[in-house]
């Protein structure tokens, strides 16, 4: 819907990150009539040794150009207090207790979807755009969660844990099209982050390991590295809570690898690890979900629908019943403690839960 009369105008705060998907959601929104604010979001300017440069300075230097390549007003807000205190201590707190938490989840619900959502409507914009492959539809008052039609970069997952109110003030611009093209679209507006490469690693950090990044707050706990069937010592490992369930980079020994983490034994001390990719060990058919977030309304247990466990996975045909226990059809492998599982129907984001 084009919206011509200026006055009446529905103003959208962009968050504009410097990468080219957010710089197209600007550009559709512009073209659609609305009223276009880009608000890039600090939340991490620390240098670390393991990245080259300073990526935030990049990504506003880019974000900014774009602002003014599709003249636009921009503006920076600072989270990074936050984000440390949401996401990176989240983190934090959650892999020294042993599980694996996903931060771009945790990132979405508490800063972009949370403090961010907030801050603008407090300012007086209307909604907040993102440039997340996802759609919204709204249904007599109540509103759907749709997986973004370009199948290879759907982020529906990533938006699992956002409720009704949150999506009532978001659009997601680009989640009716293509990846390539958006690239296609940033081309002809003759946009400075049309060949930008999308942004890797942890969310607003950058692209730094994850063990990398946990060593200067951890306090590892070390031990052996043991073959599970033949109980053989394999070497010593740097800390259990750098590796999660079926991992197979960082285990460090020789022989008849590579070896895959099939269990942590955090009394002992103990990395549990076996030779056979296939080891029905590393497979589950029945988990414990905790913290179920509900974006659908009036949803009766169990329910039968698809599950999804980790990002890009295939969704597997399941039944979750009123204990919070989900049952799928077929063995999955590497369940982990920390990750959500997240409910679909259809192309539908019913809610998820946090895997026990």
Same mark, same amino acid.
């Given at each position: 819907?084009?919206?011509?009369?200026?006055?009446?105008?529905? @103003?959208?705060?962009?968050?504009?990150?410097?990468?080219?998907?957010?710089?197209?959601?600007?550009?559709? /929104?512009?073209?659609?009539? !609305?009223?276009?604010?880009?608000?890039?979001?600090r939340n991490w300017s620390e240098e670390l040794p393991e990245i080259k440069g300073c990526p935030w300075e990049v990504d506003q230097r880019d974000a900014q150009l774009v602002a003014?390549?599709?003249?636009?007003?921009? =503006?920076?807000?600072? *989270?990074?207090?936050?984000? =440390?205190?949401?996401? +990176?201590? !989240?983190?934090?707190?959650?892999? %020294?207790?042993?599980?694996?938490?996903?931060?771009?989840?945790?990132?979405?619900?508490?800063?972009?979807?949370?403090?961010?959502?907030?801050?603008?409507?407090? /300012?007086?914009?209307?909604?907040?755009?993102?440039?997340? $492959?996802?759609?919204?539809?709204?249904?007599?008052?109540?509103? @759907?969660?749709?997986?973004?039609?370009?199948?290879?970069?759907?982020?529906? !997952? *990533?938006?699992?844990?956002?409720?009704?109110? %949150?999506?009532?003030?978001?659009?997601?611009?680009?989640?009716?099209?293509?990846?390539?093209?958006?690239?296609?679209?940033?081309?002809?507006?003759?946009?400075?982050?049309?060949? @930008?490469?999308?942004? %890797?690693?942890?969310? *607003?950090?950058?692209?730094?390991? &994850? #063990?990398?990044?946990?060593?200067?707050?951890?306090?590892?706990? &070390?031990?052996?590295?043991?073959?599970?069937?033949?109980?053989?010592?394999?070497?010593?490992?740097?800390?259990?809570? $750098?590796?999660?369930?079926?991992? #197979?980079?960082?285990?460090?020994?020789?022989?008849?690898?590579? $070896? !895959?983490?099939v269990d942590r034994d955090f009394k002992s001390g103990d990395l549990l690890v076996t030779n056979n990719q296939e080891d029905q060990l590393l497979y589950q058919q029945e988990f414990? /979900?905790? %913290?179920?977030?509900?974006?659908?309304?009036?949803?009766?247990?169990?329910?039968?629908?698809?599950?999804?466990?980790? =990002?890009?996975?295939?969704?597997?045909?399941?039944?979750?019943? @009123?204990?919070?226990? &989900?049952?799928? +059809?077929?063995?999955?492998?590497?369940?982990?403690?920390?990750?959500?599982? +997240?409910? $679909?129907?259809?192309?539908? &984001?019913?809610?998820?839960?946090?895997?026990?």
């Amino acid at each position: 819907m084009i919206l011509m009369n200026k006055k009446n105008k529905i @103003k959208i705060a962009v968050g504009l990150s410097g990468g080219v998907d957010s710089s197209v959601a600007v550009l559709l /929104l512009k073209q659609q009539g !609305y009223d276009v604010t880009g608000v890039f979001m600090r939340n991490w300017s620390e240098e670390l040794p393991e990245i080259k440069g300073c990526p935030w300075e990049v990504d506003q230097r880019d974000a900014q150009l774009v602002a003014a390549e599709l003249d636009i007003p921009f =503006y920076v807000v600072n *989270f990074e207090k936050e984000y =440390y205190d949401h996401v +990176v201590k !989240y983190m934090i707190d959650a892999y %020294q207790a042993g599980i694996t938490p996903n931060p771009d989840i945790m990132c979405n619900q508490e800063i972009k979807f949370g403090i961010f959502l907030d801050k603008m409507i407090k /300012l007086g914009f209307d909604k907040i755009a993102t440039g997340h $492959y996802a759609r919204v539809e709204e249904h007599k008052g109540q509103y @759907k969660l749709l997986a973004g039609i370009d199948k290879n970069k759907d982020q529906s !997952y *990533f938006l699992c844990r956002l409720n009704q109110q %949150q999506l009532s003030k978001s659009l997601f611009p680009i989640g009716e099209i293509s990846k390539p093209e958006v690239r296609k679209l940033a081309e002809k507006a003759g946009l400075n982050t049309s060949d @930008k490469k999308d942004s %890797q690693g942890i969310c *607003f950090i950058g692209n730094i390991k &994850v #063990r990398d990044f946990l060593k200067r707050w951890l306090k590892p706990t &070390v031990g052996k590295i043991v073959d599970i069937n033949n109980k053989k010592i394999l070497g010593d490992h740097i800390g259990l809570e $750098y590796f999660t369930i079926g991992q #197979r980079e960082g285990i460090e020994v020789g022989g008849t690898g590579p $070896y !895959y983490v099939v269990d942590r034994d955090f009394k002992s001390g103990d990395l549990l690890v076996t030779n056979n990719q296939e080891d029905q060990l590393l497979y589950q058919q029945e988990f414990q /979900l905790d %913290q179920i977030n509900w974006i659908a309304k009036d949803i009766r247990l169990p329910l039968e629908c698809g599950f999804r466990i980790r =990002y890009r996975d295939k969704i597997i045909p399941g039944v979750l019943d @009123k204990d919070n226990i &989900v049952k799928l +059809v077929t063995k999955q492998r590497a369940v982990t403690s920390g990750q959500s599982a +997240v409910f $679909y129907l259809d192309d539908e &984001v019913l809610g998820s839960g946090i895997i026990v």
